[in-house]
């Protein structure tokens, strides 16, 4: 019953900016799994985003997916299943090489928005350090 009572306490917004916050990192955590995949199996990897959409995280090429390690499932992610009211803003391939440089995507940024407040994620060129600008 008090959890009840808290919720109702806590803004709206602030979920908002939670779903966004969440949906953030998860694109940072996936966009490094991808770099250190292509640096495990000595292949290019990478990360297909689609604008208003999903992402797919792939091996070799955009027609190969990666199987989920968590979810033992293809590696497409779909925003909207996920978090309410976020979204990409842009399309984007981000790829990998073996020694996880981007050759592909990088210096490029790949947006999220919660329809207030935007998220700017920086593939960084040469790296591939992914920075939130």
Not at 32 to 45: D, H, K, P
Not at 53 to 76: D, E, M, R, W
């Amino acid at each position: 019953m008090l959890g009840l009572f808290v919720m109702a306490l806590i803004p709206k917004d602030s979920f908002q900016r939670f779903n966004l916050e969440t949906a953030v990192s998860k694109v940072t955590e996936d966009l490094r799994y991808t770099q250190e995949l292509a640096q495990t199996t000595n292949t290019n990897c990478g990360i297909n985003f689609v604008a208003d959409g999903s992402y797919t995280v792939y091996k070799g090429s955009t027609a190969t997916p990666v199987t989920n390690p968590l979810t033992k499932q293809t590696f497409i992610y779909t925003f909207s299943d996920n978090f309410e009211n976020v979204t990409l803003l842009n399309n984007l391939q981000v790829e990998f090489d073996t020694i996880g440089k981007p050759v592909l995507g990088g210096g490029q940024t790949v947006s999220i928005s919660d329809g207030t407040t935007t998220a700017n994620l920086l593939i960084t060129a040469n790296t591939g350090l992914v920075q939130r600008q």
